[in-house]
């Protein structure tokens, strides 16, 4: 091999060619390629440490092994440890991503002001901002403990030197594009100064029982590496989105060995911090219009959760030939899709007519399961008549005008009778998951044509 080369890595998935291009065949994402120094693996990585260590542990029986059952952290957010599958288990790596300024920071440093509360080993270690800068975000935050350590540092080997000296229980790295290894001669945030790092730390989670939590910026331009490139170094990837216009904040789990994925947390900014939201459903459908037309209450499950949030629609005769559909928190070609099946199915003219379609709250989905409520909202907004205020819809629409069954249906109608809605629009086929729920008016459609009759 060719001593001193250079490797090519795509910031954004971890991709790596011997040859620079400009899109990347992996994950397809355009200008992320940046060239780094091909690293010897072999110099520095935790096979040669471990090896030259001997040989620790030998093989034992499954059964030997404690199983280590209900011993998790809580992080004293009943909506964090909603995601983490019921608190973060010990010895864990969670690496928390999302852009620049949504709240990684500030989640986090509440978490520890949780934690230290009852643990006396809580460490802080943040590259990015000083102590002072920290104490500033910690005052608004409110008490804090003096169990809590801080500390500025991005050097990986003095991080570690600390973590073994001082054993915390919990640490976290904010965040892990900033820290870097002397041995390896990419600048710090390259895909390999990333990794590296990561394994550093997972090695230290592993052997020594630190619960570690990695802050990774998503990142729009290809010059730092993204948090996807360390997602299977991981135990548990959370992502924190959410509008930047929009108060709140959804920390949605993508992977979790301890846990099921999809889960999401909903959380709202204010001036002292995040604060979570109990009733995501309450909150999504504030300040919604009553009896307005275009407006329809969906139904939407996010993980085991189900979610009640207004799908909008506005229908207007096009001035021009070609008509105009914008969809915002839902793919555009699916709103096309519905309105072809409007079209064809119902005689609706709706390819002389713009159609924009919004998810109010700025939520982003992509169940089928809106299908229903998103076409009674084109239709109502058409015709210019409101659908009740006290309905929720939900089912899926197929291309011949069916409403077709979608999974749990039974935990949508009761988050609808939750929130004091009086009638339920659903797939006829769903019907029968729905048991024992009485005070609300079940009614199944088989078609869009039956549910048409709901309008007005
Ligand atoms: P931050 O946690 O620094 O984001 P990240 O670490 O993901 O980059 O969040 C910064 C934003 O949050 C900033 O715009 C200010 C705002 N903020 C509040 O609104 N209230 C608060 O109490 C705090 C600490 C921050
Ligand atoms: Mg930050």
């Known amino acids: 091999m060719k001593k001193g080369g250079t490797v090519f890595f795509c910031q954004s998935c971890g991709y790596e060619s011997a040859k620079w291009s400009g899109q990347c065949p992996a994950c397809r994402q355009w200008n992320t390629f940046a060239e780094e120094p091909a690293a010897p693996r072999v110099k520095n990585g935790a096979a040669v440490r471990k090896r030259s260590g001997g040989l620790k542990n030998g093989p034992v029986s499954l059964k ?8 998790r952290l809580s992080t004293g957010m009943g909506e964090l440890d909603q995601v983490l599958g019921g608190g973060l288990v010990p010895g864990s790596l969670v690496l928390v991503g999302g852009d620049p300024g949504i709240g990684k920071s500030t989640l986090l440093l509440q978490v520890c002001r949780n934690l230290s509360v009852t643990l006396s080993g809580v460490l802080y270690i943040s590259g990015e901002e000083s102590l002072q800068q920290i104490r500033l975000r910690a005052s608004r935050i409110g008490e804090f403990q003096d169990t809590l350590k801080l500390m500025c540092e991005t050097n990986l080997a003095d991080i570690e030197e600390v973590m073994l ?57 290809g010059t730092v590496a993204g948090p996807r490139v360390l997602e299977h170094m991981v135990d548990t990837v959370l992502y924190f989105e959410g509008d930047r216009h929009a108060s709140y904040r959804i920390l949605r789990g993508v992977k979790n060995r301890f846990g099921s994925t999809n889960e999401i947390g909903v959380f709202e900014m204010q001036e002292d911090g995040l604060k979570e939201v109990a009733n995501p459903s309450e909150y999504m ?65 709706f390819s002389s007519y713009d159609a924009y379609v919004n998810i109010a709250g700025g939520l982003r989905l992509s169940e089928p399961a809106m299908d229903l409520a998103l076409v009674l909202a084109l239709i109502s907004s058409y015709r210019d008549v409101p659908v009740s205020g006290r309905t929720i819809v939900f089912g899926e629409v197929g291309l011949s005008g069916e409403v077709r069954a979608v999974s749990m249906a039974q935990q949508r109608v009761q988050e609808a009778k939750k929130l004091g809605f009086t009638r339920v629009l659903l797939p006829r086929s769903s019907m029968e998951q729905v048991k024992n729920i009485s005070g609300i008016e079940i009614l199944g459609v088989a078609a869009v044509k039956d549910a048409l009759r709901f309008i007005g």
């Open 64 to 71: 030997e092994v404690a199983s280590g059952d209900g011993e």
């Open 165 to 221: 000296r001082e054993k915390p229980v919990v640490a976290v790295i904010d965040s892990i594009q900033t820290m870097y290894q002397e041995d390896i001669s990419s600048a710090p945030g390259s895909v390999s100064q990333v990794r590296e790092a990561t394994g550093v730390l997972l090695r230290l989670a592993k052997e020594q029982g630190i619960t570690i939590l990695i802050v990774g910026h998503v990142t729009k331009e």
């Open 285 to 349: 459908l504030s300040g919604r219009p009553e009896g307005a037309s275009g407006s329809v209450v969906a139904c939407t499950m996010e993980g085991t959760r189900p979610m009640l949030l207004e799908v909008q629609a506005l229908v207007c005769r096009t001035n021009f030939g070609l008509p105009r559909r914008t969809a915002a928190g839902i793919d555009c070609n699916r709103v096309n899709l519905l309105l072809a099946v409007l079209e064809k199915r119902l005689n609706l003219p």
